[in-house]
């Protein structure tokens, strides 16, 4: 019971820092093109695509 317990943590814990991690990016992301430094904002999108795709795994029609 304290392994599926442990593991139910961890999934949901992935989940919640998926999400955090995207608002983290497009805020970077917003903070970067108001300063006028395009070449950060664009290094930033490589992060939101992978993230994208995390939470598109755990929230999509197919989760893992």
């Known amino acids: ?7 139910f ?3 949901l ?3 919640f820092l998926t999400v955090g991690g995207l608002t983290l990016v497009v805020g970077g992301s ?3 093109l108001r300063r006028s430094e395009t070449p950060a904002a664009a290094f930033n999108v490589v992060f939101l695509v ?4 995390i939470a598109w ?8």
């Open 50 to 53: 992978l993230l994208g795709a």
């Open 30 to 32: 917003v903070v970067h």
């Open 1 to 7: 019971m304290n392994i599926a317990l442990w593991i």
């Open 57 to 64: 795994g755990r929230f999509g029609p197919y989760r893992f």
């Open 9 to 11: 943590q961890a999934l």
């Open 13 to 15: 814990a992935a989940t």
